[in-house]
């Protein structure tokens, strides 16, 4: 085994980095061959790294959305006083939340509002497709309160109401 002195350069052949690792993991693990087995590990990351990619952005919208909640939650035990004398108790955590969903969806996705100026002043209605995300209306609200200091709100189906969070 390498001592704490030595170094894999030592000695009458020098090794890689990569190599000289393996040597010593194969050493403190006693297994013999341990390259194999590790050749084998990165080939099954390398075929699973598709799978991991896809479960990813699921996994971090999931977890934003309850981000939200909990910012939602404790905005409103610490504002508990400021209720009972303002009428717009909510406005700060609104735009906290638009400011959060924002920067997911434009840090994320990229994402960019255009023709926000073609929405009239009074009521409006605006339709998306039917293959919408909930993360892209997340973002069109968010990114329309930024701009525009106007609410959208959601029409759905009984059965989205239903999902958890």
Same mark, same amino acid.
């Given at each position: ?25 194969? *050493?403190?693990?006693?297994? !013999?061959?341990? !390259? ?5 590990? @990165? ?27 909990? &910012? ?7 504002? *508990?006083?400021? *209720? ?28 960019e509002l255009h ?5 009239? !002043?009074?009521?409006? &209605? ?11 209306? %997340? ?14 709100? @959601? %029409? ?10």
């Open positions: 085994m390498i001592g704490g002195n030595e170094s894999c350069a030592a000695g009458p052949m020098p090794m890689s980095y990569l190599t000289c690792l393996t040597y010593i993991l194969g *050493e403190w693990t006693g297994v !013999e061959h341990i !390259e194999d087995y590790l050749s084998y590990a @990165v080939y099954l990351l390398w075929v699973l790294f598709p799978l991991v990619a896809v479960f990813l952005l699921p996994g971090v919208l999931v977890i934003l959305f309850y981000t939200s909640i909990l &910012l939602l939650h404790i905005y409103k035990r610490k504002n *508990e006083l400021k *209720e009972a004398y303002s009428n717009d108790f909510w406005d700060g955590a609104r735009q906290m939340l638009a400011t959060l969903w924002d920067g997911h969806g434009r840090i994320w996705h990229g994402y023709g926000a100026e073609n929405i009239p !002043e009074g009521p409006g &209605l605006v339709v998306f497709y039917h293959g919408a995300t909930p993360a892209d209306c %997340v973002y069109f609200m968010a990114r329309l309160l930024i701009q525009k200091k106007r609410y959208c709100h @959601v %029409v759905a189906d009984h059965f989205v109401f239903r999902l958890p969070g």
